[in-house]
């Protein structure tokens, strides 16, 4: 591959706990990374205990679901997905002039083509604090992509983030006016103010490698993680938690509308509650 990629060896772990025994459970898993333009994946596969037939397919969003039906009793569940990826560095940025003008993202093809994009969902709806601060930035940039990249420093700038500090359900609103969360909730936040100011904007899940110069051969703890890509006549995805471009460090799993679309884990079951869920997540850079 071109100079600057990656290969990476991704081994997520994740599941749960009951407080006692689960009849049976049915389950969708999005821990797979696919094919994409900056990325190539060699090999994914998804394991599951208690051993279950799986299946797989891609949602109407594009990410690959392993799904499968536990049938016998089990007081826990754990996921493995293990994957081989290379990956890309960051393809050429737009200047802050380039790019779709305000008038082709008001134009009703763009419109249309990117409807759903558009809309607030429940985790990335803005109050009038936050709308108000959006169209502020919208009427100081030239461009859509000016103003994008503009939204992305402020939200740096002004939400620390905070390991720990919100939940899955924690909102844009919420953690706008904590100013602190994690890259859940600082990518819902720039997905909401962009789409409030007219450009269709897609929430991003995937892992990223935490190490700048990673040493070839050493494995580290890793993360899933979270970004944002937006479109001006072609999509730009850029990472707001660590305020860069994405690039060779990070691997897609899942794209949608918000988190909800793109949960690791999910599922439904009979039986006591649900006690714990942990994640482990270990990445290794191979080349």
């Not at 689960?22 to 389950?27: D, I, L, M, T």
């Amino acid at each position: 591959m071109t100079v600057g990629s990656w290969r990476l060896k991704i081994k997520h772990q994740t599941g749960f706990t009951y407080a006692g025994t689960v009849a049976g459970s049915y389950n969708e898993a999005r821990m797979s990374p696919r094919n994409d333009a900056r990325q190539a994946v060699l090999e994914a596969r998804v394991e599951v205990w208690p051993s279950a037939r799986t299946y797989r397919y891609e949602d109407y969003w594009g990410t690959v679901v392993t799904a499968f039906d536990l049938h016998e009793a089990h007081e826990s569940l754990r996921v493995t997905a293990s994957s081989t990826v290379e990956t890309l560095g960051p393809g050429d940025q737009l200047a802050a002039t380039d790019g779709a003008g305000w008038a082709d993202l008001r134009g009703p093809e763009s419109r249309d083509r990117w409807y759903e994009l558009l809309l607030p969902t429940p985790r990335t709806a803005l109050d009038e604090e936050l709308t108000e601060l959006a169209e502020s930035v919208r009427a100081a940039q030239p461009t859509p992509y000016a103003a994008a990249m503009a939204l992305c420093e402020q939200v740096r700038d002004e939400v620390a983030y905070t390991s720990g500090a919100t939940g899955v359900q924690t909102d844009a609103v919420q953690a706008w006016r904590q100013r602190k969360g994690v890259c859940q909730d600082i990518s819902h936040l720039t997905v909401g103010l962009l789409r409030s100011i007219g450009i269709p904007a897609r929430y991003v899940s995937g892992y990223l490698h935490p190490v700048r110069d990673a040493r070839i051969g050493d494995s580290v703890v890793g993360q899933s993680h979270a970004w944002v890509e937006w479109w001006v006549g072609r999509w730009t995805a850029f990472d707001p938690t660590n305020g860069v471009p994405v690039g060779e460090r990070h691997v897609v799993v899942g794209r949608g509308r918000e988190y909800g679309d793109v949960p690791p884990l999910k599922g439904v079951y009979a039986g006591p509650a649900n006690t714990g869920q942990g994640v482990e997540v270990t990445i290794t850079r191979l080349r």
